[in-house]
């Protein structure tokens, strides 16, 4: 018997403790405990009733993911669980924390389940690519109703306890700590009052119509997404005696644990994960116990709503008192909307709202722990403000800068005390997006690096380490492979052509939809101060310039790429399209066609180039880091993992041939990144790299 089960009986009820810190992920020698367990106490005469808990904060996170790709060592999961059905002595489940795939699939097999307060259920295995292949998509739906069993599963979405017990998921809530309430839940077994039965004896007939309807639903919704649709082909055979389904539903999660998907979105877990690990994370993070926040624009709005809602106070500072107002004002629209939406009530509200001060004067920020400027993007105002807080804050106070672009160094120079300083680059909209950059600067003490990231902790961002260049990881990258969309519609590609052509890939939004949301006047604005500085060997298109100076700036002018009369759906605008063929024609360009493919192939390949080097000059810390920035900030296909995930599967290789034949054209845009000549020489993989 291994220790990660604890077992113990009193007053005939065998409990068997799940214990594999930190989740209890239910990996090989779990599998076997569970096993050896379950005969152990069915071979006991002591034993009636035999009641499963967790040890620590999750009854179980399901399957270990970090199995996944690797041979399988014995038993399989569901063959843990068949035993656990099978067992002649009835088990009870008592669930908390979190019931999560393998792990609620676990508690489906047990023969009645009770959840302790705050339980979260959930088979989310969608979300990781596969589906929950140890019985969930035969028992879930046997024990609720098959609309509810099809959504929980095709969403992977979390279920609060009391929902579950609505729904029939759970029989009933139980009280006290875990282990209590499996000696109270086996209690309840013996003397009658917790009715079991063996889920897998339970009959139904799944409705064909409703299974057609949701196949139809997801097939139209994200047709690309393979594991929903699987899902809900695996709960078809529900009807099937209980075997049968379960050997359906087990070829039918092979296929997708061999599939692209499910590689790219364990990534992209693990990415999330591991982005946080800095070499400073060891460092003590110094106290934040009240913060502050340097304009009330968007991003300054939307920073300080994200330190409300981790529990922070915040003293706004705007320039003029009705500027402040109107910050506040901003600040409780955000809340607003989240009252509304059903997401937050309207005391929480109020409490949040209690904790902020929107004032003038950076004075007011002399007490604070963290300050974050987020003024007009313009090194000159910057470095007078941080020269001013430098003045006015305490010693020992962080001091950050929400630049997207500028130099964190020359800021920190402002500064008789760079060691404090430090970027802290957040996304608009900055309470919602939850990627945070945290840009190291040279001067920038390990301890504030620290405090960022337990900051980010709080406001549950993900937060990634770059250092200083123009644009840090993700804007660099984005400024580099923006253009080639321009070149290719200068040389003969329909913007639309380019947007559906990378929505198909799988981002949300093409590159000219998304400059439409944005504003145009935005990338207008940097291209006007980069001009000065940009090499004469670059190419450049000027269509976007065109396009602004009519006033177009995308949706909030009503036209820009698109006219959007109609806000749901875009319409080419035809002025637009003119602009172009006048461009065309000015430069003498005869336009070609470009294939959906080829579209994706340059505008990728791009995207890789830049995260190479930004890999190579040591910007990123790994290429995972990059992969996070993209997931995370940026919109990025989920299922490709990132930017340099998806580079692994194109190969280093093919991706030098790309460079070296668009190079025929623009040598100076198609340069090969260093790091990918050694890469395609020695076949190192961007993986290697991450492991490394
Ligand atoms: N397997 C292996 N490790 C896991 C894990 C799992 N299923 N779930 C979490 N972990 C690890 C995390 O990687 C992390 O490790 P680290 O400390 O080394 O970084 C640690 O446990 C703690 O996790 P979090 O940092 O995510 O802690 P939170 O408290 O924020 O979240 C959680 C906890 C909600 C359980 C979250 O980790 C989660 O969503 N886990 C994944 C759950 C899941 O998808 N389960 C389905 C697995 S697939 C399956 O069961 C297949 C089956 O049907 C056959």
Same mark, same amino acid.
């Given at each position: 018997m291994t220790d990660v089960t604890q077992l113990a009986v009193e007053n005939g009820i065998g409990l068997i403790g799940l214990n594999n810190p930190p989740v209890n992920a239910l990996g090989a020698a779990l599998r076997q405990g569970l096993v050896d367990a379950i005969a152990a106490l069915n071979a006991d005469p002591a034993v009636k009733v035999i009641a499963i808990y967790g040890e620590g904060r999750a009854f179980s996170a399901g399957a270990d993911i970090r199995e996944f790709g690797k041979p399988l060592v014995p038993p399989r999961l569901p063959d843990v669980l068949d035993a656990m059905e099978a067992s002649a002595k009835p088990v009870v489940a008592v669930v908390h924390g979190t019931a999560l795939g393998g792990g609620l699939e676990l508690a489906l097999a047990c023969h009645a389940r009770v959840g302790l307060p705050g339980a979260r259920l959930g088979l989310p295995e969608v979300t990781l690519g596969i589906l929950p292949g140890a019985g969930g998509t035969q028992r879930l739906p046997r024990l609720i109703a098959l609309d509810k069993a099809i959504d929980i599963i095709t969403t992977g979405r979390f279920v609060a306890a009391d929902e579950a017990v609505e729904l029939g998921l759970l029989d009933r809530m139980g009280e006290g700590s875990p282990r209590e309430a499996a000696l109270i839940a086996g209690a309840q077994v013996l003397d009658g009052s917790l009715p079991t039965r063996r889920t897998g004896d339970i009959v139904i007939t799944p409705d064909a119509a409703v299974i057609a309807a949701a196949d139809a639903r997801l097939r139209a919704k994200r047709p690309a997404l393979a594991a929903p649709i699987k899902a809900v082909e695996?709960?078809?055979h529900a009807g099937a005696p209980l075997a049968e389904g379960l050997k359906a539903e087990r070829a039918l999660f092979l296929e997708l644990m061999d599939g692209p998907d499910r590689q790219g979105l364990i990534h992209a877990f693990d990415a999330e994960r591991v982005a946080k690990t800095f070499p400073e994370a060891k460092e003590t993070p110094r106290p934040v116990n009240k913060t502050g926040v340097i304009g009330g624009g968007t991003m300054g709005v939307g920073i300080a709503t994200a330190m409300l809602q981790a529990g922070l106070p915040v003293t706004l500072v705007e320039m003029a008192p009705e500027r402040a107002e109107a910050a506040k004002a901003a600040v409780a629209k955000n809340f607003d909307g989240a009252v509304k939406r059903g997401k937050m009530t309207a005391e929480a509200r109020d409490e949040m709202l209690g904790r902020l001060t929107a004032t003038v004067g950076l004075e007011s920020l002399a007490d604070v722990d963290v300050v974050v400027e987020a003024v007009f993007e313009d090194m000159a105002v910057k470095t007078d403000i941080f020269g001013k807080l430098d003045q006015i804050c305490k010693p020992g106070a962080v001091l950050g800068s929400n630049t997207s672009y500028l130099d964190v160094n020359a800021i920190a120079a402002a500064t008789s005390r760079p060691q404090d300083v430090i970027g802290l680059h957040f996304f608009s909209p900055a309470h919602l997006m939850r990627l945070l950059e945290v840009v190291v600067a040279e001067k920038t003490a390990p301890d504030v690096?620290?405090?960022? @990231?337990?900051?980010?902790?709080?406001?549950?961002k993900v937060a990634v380490r770059s250092g200083v260049c123009d644009g840090f990881i993700g804007n660099r990258i984005l400024a580099h492979y923006r253009k080639v969309a321009d070149y290719m519609v200068l040389d003969g590609a329909a913007f639309e052509q380019v947007d559906r052509a990378l929505e198909e890939f799988g981002f949300a939004m093409g590159p000219f939809a998304v400059g439409d949301l944005a504003g145009q006047d935005i990338g207008w604005a940097t291209r006007k101060r980069k001009a000065p500085t940009r090499p004469a060997e670059e190419?450049?298109?000027?269509?976007?310039?065109?396009?602004?100076?009519?006033?177009?700036?995308?949706?909030?002018?009503?036209?820009?790429?698109y006219l959007y009369d109609d806000p749901k759906h875009r319409k080419v605008n035809p002025e637009a399209v003119a602009i172009v063929e006048a461009e065309r024609k000015a430069e003498g360009i005869t336009p070609r066609t470009f294939t959906d493919e080829e579209i994706v192939a340059r505008y990728m390949t791009a995207m890789i180039s830049e995260a190479a080097r930004v890999v190579e000059e040591k910007i990123a810390?790994?290429? @995972?880091?990059?992969?996070?920035?993209?997931? &995370?900030?940026?919109? &990025?296909?989920?299922? @490709?993992?990132?930017? @340099?995930?998806?580079a692994d599967r194109i190969g280093a290789k093919v991706l030098v041939a790309r460079i070296e034949s668009y190079a025929k054209e623009d040598p100076h845009y198609w340069q090969v990144p260093a790091l990918l000549r050694e890469m395609a020489a020695t076949g190192r993989s961007f993986a290697d790299m991450n492991k490394e």
């Open positions: 695996a709960i078809g690096v620290a405090t960022a @990231l337990a900051l980010a902790a709080k406001m549950k190419r450049y298109s000027p269509i976007s310039d065109r396009i602004c100076e009519q006033g177009w700036f995308g949706r909030k002018t009503g036209r820009g790429y810390l790994r290429p @995972l880091d990059v992969d996070a920035v993209f997931l &995370f900030g940026y919109g &990025f296909p989920r299922h @490709l993992g990132g930017p @340099l995930n998806y």
